[in-house]
């Protein structure tokens, strides 16, 4: 079993929609990264949590770290948020971070 | 206040040859980690750096591969006699802190393709 599980692997929705994805870990962790890359593109930090909950525009991330989950919601989503959004944790043991298999989202106009 | 830098951003090389990768972090960061993606696979950590240290290189091969942080000048993944199994895009990231307590900021990459 991995130690950072996300899903769902893929999700298509229509321009609008409320997205969810959800990110578990295993491992006791010193925080936790959502990043975002498009296509052929390179990769934006989009939050760093511990605790709690971050807002940046329509994103929205979350994490409990008693249920070892993290959420990233997009709310009227567009098009251009179509990325592959990955979560990765830092762990106290050591200096990487373990990646997420990543979400491929994509938004039809 | 310029992002991290990567360059070249696409490199082409024939098997045999040397690739060097070149990341400038942001102004005021001294930490800096390297990382190499696959084609249509996540991020693999290679190397973490600070000033004139390396303090975990555990995600490197162990031949051709070696990465430095001068005290002046660009951090250098440095990849020797390259093999067509070495395309990639490599990804420099830099934080002012460690990764527990420092923001993570990513370079567009730099696009490796051996022929």
């Known amino acids: 079993k991995n130690e950072v599980e996300q899903s769902p692997q893929n999700l298509t929705a229509q321009e609008g929609e409320f997205i969810t994805i959800n990110c578990s870990y295993s491992v006791g962790i010193s925080a936790l990264h959502w990043l975002q890359q498009h296509p052929g593109g390179g990769i934006v930090s989009l939050f760093m949590l511990s605790s709690g909950k971050k807002k940046h525009g329509r994103l929205i991330a979350t994490i409990n770290i008693q249920e070892k989950h993290s959420s990233l919601h997009i709310t009227a989503s567009h098009p251009r948020d179509s990325a592959v959004y990955t979560c990765a944790v830092r762990i106290d043991s050591n200096y990487q971070l373990i990646w997420g298999a990543g979400t491929k989202l994509i938004i039809k106009p | 206040n310029a992002g991290v830098m990567q360059n070249p951003r696409h490199l082409v090389r024939r098997r045999g040859q040397e690739a060097r990768l070149r990341c400038s972090p942001m102004?005021?960061?001294?930490?800096v980690y390297w990382y190499r993606q696959l084609p249509e696979e996540g991020l693999k950590f290679m190397v973490y750096l600070q000033k004139e240290n390396i303090i975990d290189e555990s995600g490197m091969p162990k031949e051709r591969f070696s990465a430095e942080f001068p005290k002046e000048g660009p951090s250098i993944l440095r990849i020797q006699q390259v093999v067509r199994g070495d395309s990639a895009a490599y990804f420099c990231?830099?934080?002012?802190?460690?990764?527990?307590?420092?923001?993570?900021?990513f370079g567009e990459g730099s696009r490796l393709t051996v022929l």
């Open positions: 102004k005021g960061h001294s930490h």
């Open positions: 990231a830099s934080s002012t802190l460690a990764l527990s307590t420092g923001e993570l900021f």
